[in-house]
């Protein structure tokens, strides 16, 4: 087992031993191009299918209406700038949050380059949109609403029922970067109506460099990628078959295990999270008090900078971070934590945990404690500098 205290989840899992082993024979056995006539071809085919079966499950829909991808980023493209091109004739004008993950909001400023109309919806001090604000925001020339499921950072679950009934009253398509969500909680593509929906095969005990994007049968969505016809024509190339039957696996294993999961893993967060600030006292719980993923636990700690903490921890083998892997190599307090109204201090405090059921108790219990310890040094360090 791992030296180390895994507490990074939400930016990426370990992937399962299942998954593994499901994958290896399209390596080196059946690793004919599923396209092929061959019988090793129709055995890599016949996999594909079952595996499109298994992530369509997951959000009750068609598995004709799956398309695979190469992970969460490239879903959240496709969907946001497919719609743009798609839609160019009747409006330019997409609504989505200050809050969603980069993937989203570069896309849009991407298009803003291009003669979009982006409006960017706030949130409250726990992450949440306001459904009002979102019907405000709404036009003729609204094109798409793109609400992420559940935040990266925090934990924050949206209300996808409400937006989707909002979207659809007025005629405006609906796209969720499901990314954090799926397989974590339940999600249903038709009851919350989406028509777009991202998801990503390693957050969830799948590989890295996965992930589809649920397209709502009749939607003309344009090709994200001109090739050999492959995925019904929209996403050319040939298939990443291990990496497809990977994800599949994962779906499937998460969605059978889905409420004995949530329930064990919300369990560790709780205990995890009511240890930390009775040692820690003065720390903050950033997110939503319930409206929240299973295994997120994001806090501010005022007087102490995030990264330090971050450097230290895992000098003692504890993997944490510090809101969202990819802001870690931009410079600058997390732009959720800001959009909630924390102070550009208090933001830099922030830490994120993300357990999973694979942790233990044992290991929770160690890393508040090794986190009390780090906080206690810190505010030495910071008294002996101003006195
Ligand atoms: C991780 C993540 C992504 C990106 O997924 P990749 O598969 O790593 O490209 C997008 N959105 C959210 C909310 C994520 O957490």
Redesign the pocket.
Same mark, same amino acid.
């Given at each position: 087992m791992n030296d180390f205290i895994y507490l990074d989840n939400?930016?990426t899992t370990r992937v399962k031993e299942e998954v593994l082993e499901a994958m290896l024979p399209y390596f080196c056995e059946s690793y004919g191009n599923p396209a092929a006539i061959y019988s090793p071809a129709g055995k890599a085919a016949k996999a594909v299918g079952l595996a499109r079966q298994q992530v369509a499950d997951v959000i009750g829909v068609k598995r004709e209406e799956i398309y695979f991808t190469a992970? &969460?980023?490239?879903s959240?493209n496709w969907a946001i700038r497919g719609v743009y091109e798609m839609l160019s004739g009747k409006g330019n004008h997409i609504i989505t949050t200050k809050v969603e993950?980069h993937?989203?909001i570069n896309t849009c400023k991407y298009l803003e380059g291009l003669g979009a109309k982006v409006t960017y919806l706030s949130v409250d001090e726990y992450g949440m949109i306001s459904l009002e604000e979102l019907k405000a925001a709404i036009s003729p020339q609204t094109i798409l609403i793109s609400v992420?499921a559940a935040?990266?950072e925090v934990g924050t679950i949206m209300p996808l029922e409400q937006i989707g009934e909002i979207a659809r009253e007025h005629k405006v398509l609906f796209h969720t970067?499901a990314?954090?969500a799926y397989g974590h909680i339940p999600l249903d593509a038709e009851k919350m109506h989406i028509d777009l929906l991202?998801a990503?095969?390693?957050?969830l005990g799948g590989p890295?460099g996965i &992930?589809f994007l649920y397209v709502k049968k009749g939607l003309k969505l344009p090709p994200l990628i001109y090739g050999g016809g492959q995925e019904r024509g929209r996403r050319g190339g040939t298939l990443n078959v291990p990496g497809i039957v990977g994800m599949g696996c994962a779906a499937e294993l998460a969605l059978k295990a889905m409420n004995e999961q949530m329930k064990q893993v919300m369990y560790l967060r709780d205990c995890f999270a009511e240890k930390l600030l009775e040692e820690i006292p003065e720390a903050v719980l950033n997110g939503h008090p319930y409206n929240r993923l299973p295994g997120n636990v994001n806090v501010t700690i005022p007087g102490v900078e995030g990264e330090s903490v971050l450097i230290l921890l895992d000098q003692r083998g504890v993997c944490a971070s510090s809101g969202?892997?990819c802001s870690m190599a931009q410079e600058g307090p997390s732009h959720v934590l800001l959009a909630m109204g924390l102070t550009q201090e208090e933001a830099r405090g922030a830490i994120r945990f993300s357990l999973s059921e694979e942790n233990t108790e044992e290991e929770l219990d160690k890393a508040v404690h090794v986190l009390k310890e780090i906080v206690v040094h810190l505010r030495e360090i910071m008294l002996q500098k101003y006195t």
């Amino acid at each position: 087992m791992n030296d180390f205290i895994y507490l990074d989840n939400a930016a990426t899992t370990r992937v399962k031993e299942e998954v593994l082993e499901a994958m290896l024979p399209y390596f080196c056995e059946s690793y004919g191009n599923p396209a092929a006539i061959y019988s090793p071809a129709g055995k890599a085919a016949k996999a594909v299918g079952l595996a499109r079966q298994q992530v369509a499950d997951v959000i009750g829909v068609k598995r004709e209406e799956i398309y695979f991808t190469a992970g &969460g980023s490239e879903s959240d493209n496709w969907a946001i700038r497919g719609v743009y091109e798609m839609l160019s004739g009747k409006g330019n004008h997409i609504i989505t949050t200050k809050v969603e993950h980069h993937a989203v909001i570069n896309t849009c400023k991407y298009l803003e380059g291009l003669g979009a109309k982006v409006t960017y919806l706030s949130v409250d001090e726990y992450g949440m949109i306001s459904l009002e604000e979102l019907k405000a925001a709404i036009s003729p020339q609204t094109i798409l609403i793109s609400v992420m499921a559940a935040n990266n950072e925090v934990g924050t679950i949206m209300p996808l029922e409400q937006i989707g009934e909002i979207a659809r009253e007025h005629k405006v398509l609906f796209h969720t970067d499901a990314v954090q969500a799926y397989g974590h909680i339940p999600l249903d593509a038709e009851k919350m109506h989406i028509d777009l929906l991202s998801a990503s095969g390693h957050k969830l005990g799948g590989p890295k460099g996965i &992930g589809f994007l649920y397209v709502k049968k009749g939607l003309k969505l344009p090709p994200l990628i001109y090739g050999g016809g492959q995925e019904r024509g929209r996403r050319g190339g040939t298939l990443n078959v291990p990496g497809i039957v990977g994800m599949g696996c994962a779906a499937e294993l998460a969605l059978k295990a889905m409420n004995e999961q949530m329930k064990q893993v919300m369990y560790l967060r709780d205990c995890f999270a009511e240890k930390l600030l009775e040692e820690i006292p003065e720390a903050v719980l950033n997110g939503h008090p319930y409206n929240r993923l299973p295994g997120n636990v994001n806090v501010t700690i005022p007087g102490v900078e995030g990264e330090s903490v971050l450097i230290l921890l895992d000098q003692r083998g504890v993997c944490a971070s510090s809101g969202s892997a990819c802001s870690m190599a931009q410079e600058g307090p997390s732009h959720v934590l800001l959009a909630m109204g924390l102070t550009q201090e208090e933001a830099r405090g922030a830490i994120r945990f993300s357990l999973s059921e694979e942790n233990t108790e044992e290991e929770l219990d160690k890393a508040v404690h090794v986190l009390k310890e780090i906080v206690v040094h810190l505010r030495e360090i910071m008294l002996q500098k101003y006195t």
